[in-house]
């Protein structure tokens, strides 16, 4: 590990482009990429310590979420209303309603989709750790089917989200856009409510304890299928947020879920398939890693580095950073 | 307190369970003896609400729970207690416990058990900020008796709470559960160690082949000739650990 990082900064070191601006310019960049990589694959994670499954349709919650901002947002732009009452900052109240809204609405549809599709399957088989293959197969037909659901109510071309954030701004010479700003720090407030929630409250308590082991938390008098329901929920929500924050920097279109699914998926092997923290660094890693890679190698094969950095990983850590020796399966 | 009539359960399409009557009262240690996939673990899971009972009944405290689930009947005051090895390990002793109370609704109600279970192990007392995977094998079988004790039950089922524990050690935790009782809790305990379980309990069953076979109490039992046959399927004599 230390070897591969060894060689990868050294040939980063004496590229042509290398100075100081561009680095802070990458870092910052690739913390941003990073964490939201780290948001969706906390939720990957999260569902599959949860329900021991792989969910392949995260990504298109992803979409989904960036969807319901774009139109919860230009809906309230649109109208006088949000003039009316903020005549100075209606891009950032319109904004941050609709982050509101793709947090909350792709919750409670997660949690729709667990009842619906994940929730009979299992039954049929016996409990989630049985019936895992069935639900990896209908995770894909399901993000097939949302994303034809979503290229129905949005047609298939890609939409600008135009959030009136104001100006960019200049930090310690860097020149940031609104949009990056707002991913980092509302990606790092999210993350540390996300910890707060798990960590010291109650519910979040219960959520660990089902994520670890289902007897257990049935014989404590945890309500299972509840919890099941709710880490659903939560991760579906992360995602849904996560898609609102890309948005305007990229753009809004029915596959851009694809493509977030198998960076997260690799962020959170990186991390260590199944822990919360690993997959937050990972995102990080994998954000800095691609960053780098196509500022100072080459841009064109943006989407390769990641994997590249996963093989990598797998190779010498098998675990992942923060990875715990594979789960038993009965 | 537990009324189990004609239990018919098992696992799938294996039948375990071949019509099972047993009887606990109130404030009584029972002991539910037998060896190895006789069905002594499929009873409290059973009655815990993990598998489903495909006939029979089980009635505890006056009310039909088989078709409960199973955070239904820890609320209503019936707990099974595992093997020490089912603990969160991750977690601290002191987050284990507060699991164990997750039904209860007050904080000062869940602090004020928190008392009562260091009361009756001071080592968790001591270890209470540590992960659980860092605990001995008695004290992790302490950990879940206590966190069993957290939701206020009126009966509490352990499974072999012995289980690959020195004597020493054993004997401490059984003279806990005497305590436990004492204070007013009912008790069932499935045990292979069977002279240990019948010097706690004041009552036995032995189970063989998903029936009950003998019963009695267990001073009685203890020099039964019967109960080792069937415990061992007729002959031997490791059964007098």
Redo the contacts between chains.
């Keep these: 590990m230390l070897i591969f990082t060894a060689i990868f900064l050294g040939y980063i070191s004496m590229s042509p482009d290398m100075n100081i601006e561009s680095l802070k310019g990458v870092l910052v960049i690739g913390v941003t990429v990073g964490i939201i990589y780290g948001l969706v694959a906390v939720g990957i994670s999260l569902i599959y310590t949860g329900l021991d499954v792989v969910n392949f349709s995260h990504g298109e919650f992803f979409m989904i979420g960036a969807f319901t901002g774009l139109t919860v947002y230009n809906f309230l732009v649109d109208g006088e209303l949000i003039y009316a009452i903020f005549p100075e900052a209606y891009g950032v109240v319109g904004y941050v309603i609709g982050l509101f809204f793709a947090f909350v609405l792709m919750g409670l549809f997660g949690v729709l989709i667990e009842r619906i599709f994940l929730r009979p399957l299992t039954k049929k088989g ?1 409990g989630y750790t049985v019936a895992g293959m069935g639900i990896i197969i209908c995770g894909f037909g399901l993000s097939v089917i949302l994303q034809n659901i979503a290229y129905l109510i949005w047609n298939p071309t890609a939409h600008p989200f135009h959030a009136d954030l104001g100006l960019p701004i200049n930090i310690a010479g860097i020149t940031l856009p609104m949009t990056y700003l707002w991913m980092l720090v509302t990606g790092f407030v999210v993350a540390g409510l996300l910890y707060f929630f798990l960590n010291k409250t ?1 519910m979040g ?2 959520v ?2 089902v994520a ?2 289902k ?11 509840l919890y099941i329901s709710i880490i659903f929920g939560i991760a579906c929500a992360l995602a849904g947020i996560a898609g609102t924050l890309v948005g305007p920097t990229y753009q809004v279109v029915v596959y851009m879920g694809y493509i977030i699914l198998l960076k997260a998926f690799a962020s959170a092997v990186v991390g260590g398939f199944g822990s919360l923290p690993g997959a937050i660094v990972g995102g990080f890693t994998v954000g800095l890693f691609e960053t780098a890679c196509s500022f100072f190698i080459s841009g064109s094969h943006k989407d390769a580095y990641a994997f590249l950095l996963m093989v990598v990983v797998l190779l010498i850590k098998p675990t992942g950073f923060f990875g715990v020796a594979v789960k038993m399966k009965a | 307190m537990l009324k189990i009539n004609g239990l018919v359960s098992g696992y799938g399409t294996v039948q375990i369970l071949n019509g099972a009557n047993m009887k606990v009262d109130t404030q009584s240690i029972v002991a539910l003896l037998g060896g190895n996939g006789t069905g002594k673990s499929t009873i409290l899971k059973a009655c815990s609400g993990l598998i489903r009972a495909w006939s029979g009944s089980i009635n505890f405290d006056g009310q039909e729970i088989h078709n409960n689930p199973p955070h239904k009947i820890v609320e209503r005051g019936l707990v099974q207690v595992t093997q020490g090895k089912d603990v969160f390990p991750a977690m601290s002793v002191i987050e284990n416990l507060r699991l164990g109370g997750f039904v209860l609704n007050s904080k000062q109600k869940l602090n004020n058990n928190l008392e009562k279970v260091f009361n009756y192990f001071p080592r968790l007392n001591e270890r209470k900020n540590q992960l659980a995977a860092t605990l001995s094998g008695g004290e992790l079988q302490m950990l879940c008796i206590g966190r069993g004790l957290m939701s206020d039950p009126k009966m509490i089922m352990l499974d072999e709470p012995s289980a690959a524990l020195a004597p020493q050690i054993v004997l401490d935790i059984f003279k806990n559960i005497n305590r436990i009782r004492k204070d007013g809790l009912t008790v069932l305990v499935v045990e292979q160690n069977v002279r240990m379980a019948l010097l706690l309990a004041d009552y036995g069953y032995v189970i063989k082949d998903g029936v009950i076979k003998v019963e009695g109490e267990s001073k009685k039992l203890m020099y039964d000739e019967s109960v080792k046959d069937s415990y061992l399927g007729g002959g031997g004599t490791t059964a007098n650990v």
Aim: charge should be positive; aromatic fraction near 6%; hydrophobic fraction near 40%.
């Design positions: 016996g109650k308590l219960g660990r304890a670890f082991s007897d257990i938390s049935n014989l404590v008098g945890i309500n299972v299928p």
